[in-house]
Nanobody, 119 residues
Framework: QVQLVESGGGLVQAGGSLRVSCTAS????????MGWYRQAPGKQRELVATVTSSGSTNYADSAKGRFTISRDNAKNTVYLQMNNLNPEDTAVYYC?????????????WGQGTQVTVSS
């Protein structure tokens, strides 16, 4: 059983910062990519940022220069530091992890954490 537990969402004013975290636990090994998607009301889920096992990162254009993704491999944890937030960043943020469990590589998802940015 693999579980992803997210934390750190909440309400913040425009221009503020938040950091969300996601920790994978259970029988998961050889974690490759980790990352974050988000879904705003009435919109499709979109990629925010990813980080590979070697530390290479990729960002959506909307996140470049404002968000920083990082990971702690010893803790199976991925972080997303979000600065200079604006109301358009309001969404449920979902983490994902690509890892091996019971010999099979799969993608696992967190339950989502709400980020609300007020104007």
């Amino acid at each position: 059983q693999v579980q992803l537990v997210e934390s750190g969402g909440g309400l913040v004013q425009a221009g503020g910062s938040l950091r969300v975290s996601c920790t994978a636990s259970g029988s998961i090994f050889s974690i490759n990519d980790m990352g974050w998607y988000r879904q705003a009301p009435g919109k499709q889920r979109e990629l925010v940022a990813t980080v590979t096992s070697s530390g290479s990162t990729n960002y959506a254009d909307s996140a470049k220069g404002r968000f920083t993704i990082s990971r702690d491999n010893a803790k199976n944890t991925v972080y997303l530091q979000m600065n200079n937030l604006n109301p358009e960043d309001t969404a449920v943020y979902y983490c994902y992890v690509v890892g091996r469990s019971r010999g099979i590589f799969s993608t696992y998802w967190g339950q989502g954490t709400q980020v609300t940015v007020s104007s």
